[in-house]
């Protein structure tokens, strides 16, 4: 039986909870139709919360008796069903006596062989030979159980007083089995209040059913209240405030037009309860895409397994709610967070729990310096920290963003596996001059100033810069060099720094400085020395930054002989040169060189 309303009507706990459906003023007209005996039917759709309504309609003053003929196997008498569900307990005592009656019967012939009834006191020995002779004659005048049931159902008249009879699903009971029904009604009609539940218009297509109308005294259509248009408008609305999102427009006109009733609001609610509730996907996804998707797997699961595990197949749909609903999915909301259906299928699953990031989670990393390291440098909440950065980050307040490129500052030359996507984009967004004038520059002088803060030498600032592509190697060079070198000589410079975390980028802008990249021959003994006092990391970088780094595959670093030009790859760039001079660190390397 539905459940769409509570008898007391207490405002819900659980949020999730459906509110209950005014429908006292039609309790209270119903009502004053009862106490007539009379016969009714109730007209509405299966599940439209018919036995609910009466159920409530009855209160305390009637005592509901719902009679599930479609359910049962036809060999039960509708008359014996009909008993025991009006008189359960009378209909207990009945059974028992007519099986005391049998047993003793039976029992008589073994006592009699086993000259048991000496023993016996008269009064039980008359009591058998009384239970066998009423067996008997019930036998011999084939007279049956339902005959007995049919005697006290009618006979107990003060009880069915305070009975209302419901048969339930009348229009879903097999023809045959409701001509029985025509006869309880007849044997029934004025001894007590019926209702016949069902959908009175597939009744009136049907030829078989003429005869229940010789026995309705009265139909009764079922609450405007509780038509599909009535409940769906004001499920949604009451939803939408829940979850505070506007529910697409389509999804409610498709519940209405499918004729979604009461027993489908329950279903889906339970499904909102599984998936907001107990599967946390509130702030993980869109709401409005999410509830179309379980429409789907409700209704349409094939268009939902299709959507969901086969993304590149066509759906072919005559219906033009259920393309507007594709469509809503569909559509592009890539700059968006939570993440869309059409970027992050796998959030949108039924039954999935979703490992993306809420908002709400995003904004406590934001404010913990531990976890803000953690996603810049992606240990942890890669993806949808990247995606929510991606999305929303020009959109932080000042602060915020002032926080997360310190925090980049301050961790870039400590971990070398910055940067990061998360990382490299922030940068470049405030490169790009997203909101950065209000606390970084765009030009190399002020990039500096602001390393400097943060304590940064002059290899950390180069290796910076070329960390996330902010400057090339050319305008380092050239900002730096000419101030740097002053009346020093190169090597001399090059001693103050080359203890110093990536000192190859120090050299490496010096060449860029002065022209000399890929020009082995015209490298001084300077330069060559400088080289030579790289460890075994750094000196890996310079030879990849110089195109000597061998570029087929292979298992470990591999030098060549010879490499594909720069600037003309047919034009090959000779390594001889170098390969000679960085022999004894080659070998002290164990680093392979190859021809190719």
Known sequence: MHRFCKKNRQT???????QSINTKNDEENLQKLLGKKKTFFLNGIWGSGKSTFLENTAGKKYKVRILNLWELDS????????????????????????????????????????????KMPAPLILLIIFCTIFVSVVKLMEVKTNTFDKFFLKRKGWLLKRSLLVIDDFDRVESDRQESIYKLLNFLHGEMEIFILGEYRSLELDKNTFY?????????????ALQPKNIWFNYFSDLGKKLNTQIPEALIKKFIEDDRNLRDRVQFNNLVIQEFRDNKKMGHVKVGQQLIIMYLYLYYFQSYEKLIFKPESQLNLDDQLLQEMIAYLLKDESASY??????????????????????????????????????????????????????????LPYEIRKK??????????????????VAS????????????????????????????????????????????HIFSYSQIGNSYFPELLGQESFYDKWNTEKNSLYSEEFIISYLSF?????????????????????????????????????KDNHSDFTLAITTPGVEDIYDRQRNTKFLEKMHAKIEDYAIDVVDE
């Not at 490169?431 to 606390?439: A, I, N, P, V």
């Open 425 to 468: 984009f922030i940068i470049i967004t405030e490169l790009q001059g997203h909101r950065s004038s209000e606390f970084i520059g765009s030009s190399l002088h002020q990039w500096r100033k602001l390393l400097e803060s943060f304590g940064y030498h002059i290899n950390e600032q180069i290796y910076f810069f070329r960390l996330f």
């Open 75 to 118: 060999k039960y008498s509708v008359f014996s069903v009909a008993f025991k569900v009006v008189h359960p307990a009378l209909y207990f005592i009945e059974r028992l006596i007519i099986a005391i009656l049998i047993t003793l019967s039976v029992a008589s012939l073994p006592l009699q062989q086993l000259n048991l009834f000496n």
């Open 514 to 550: 002065k022209n000399l990249w890929y020009k082995f021959d015209e490298w001084t003994e300077d330069i060559w020395t400088a080289i030579s006092e790289l460890s075994e990391s750094q000196f890996k970088h310079f030879s990849a930054v110089q195109n000597i780094q061998s």
């Open 12 to 18: 819900p706990t659980n949020p999730y909870e459906l």
């Open 338 to 395: 939570p993440v869309a259906f059409s970027v992050n299928r796998s959030n949108y699953l039924i039954f999935e729990i979703p490992k993306s990031l809420t908002i709400s989670e995003i904004e406590n990393i934001l404010i913990s310096p531990d976890k803000l390291e953690d996603a810049l440098l992606e240990k942890k909440f890669s993806d949808s920290f990247f995606q929510f950065v991606s999305f929303k980050y020009v959109l």
């Open 212 to 224: 229940l109308h010789k026995f309705i005294d009265k139909r009764v259509e079922l609450p405007y």
């Open 404 to 421: 997360i490129v310190h925090v980049i500052f301050s961790v870039a030359i400590e971990k070398r596996n910055l940067p990061t996507k």
